[in-house]
């Protein structure tokens, strides 16, 4: 096993028993049961949803959003939330030092799965659109939200516990990458 193998700074304990070292992502290796794990028990909205509702969940209904050929990096988009939690929208907008540091881990992780920080126009008009069904769905306000829209199929939202979400993730994930 590479990687940081001890708390040394700014580091998590993953759930695959390595260090994150958040001063080097590149050199910390993120196993695909560290994404689905971390990301089945963190709740969309910063856990102010009506029920319990996973980032997990959220990423596999993305991925069925987009054409085929970006399915994979539509179900990997949120991935570095794994190590980073679910900061709201608003308070990363007051938090720059914060966005660049979630932009460094955001590409360390993905370029571990093969894919860009960059995501493409595809996958984020999904995610928006999803934030706007969501926001109807999982709030208790129906109030719309500026900027979004929620148009097309309202998503499928079965409010998956950590466990079911889990396994869901790993299943799409082996999938769309083609090691099943």
Not at 1 to 17: F, K, Q, Y
Not at 141 to 155: K, L, R, S, V
Request: proline share 7%.
């Amino acid at each position: 096993m590479t990687g940081i193998h001890h708390i040394v700074g700014p580091t998590i304990l993953l759930r695959s028993g390595r260090y994150f070292d958040f001063e080097a992502p590149e050199e910390t290796p993120v196993t695909i049961e560290d994404v689905a794990h971390g990301l089945s028990h963190i709740c969309r909205f910063t856990g102010q949803c009506h029920t319990f509702y996973s980032v997990a969940e959220h990423s596999i209904l993305c991925s069925y959003r987009v054409p085929a050929e970006h399915a994979f990096a539509a179900l990997m988009h949120d991935a570095a939330e794994a190590v980073m939690g679910d900061v709201s929208r608003p308070l990363k907008s007051l938090l720059p030092d914060y966005k660049k540091i979630e932009r460094r881990v955001e590409r360390a992780v993905l370029a571990q799965f093969g894919l860009s920080a960059d995501c493409n126009d595809h996958v984020k008009a999904a995610d928006m659109e999803m934030l706007a069904h969501e926001q109807r769905l999982c709030m208790l306000n129906d109030h719309p939200w500026p900027g979004i829209a929620a148009t097309g199929e309202p998503p499928n939202i079965q409010y998956l516990s950590p466990p079911e979400a889990y396994a869901n993730f790993l299943i799409r994930f082996h999938i769309l990458s083609g090691k099943v």
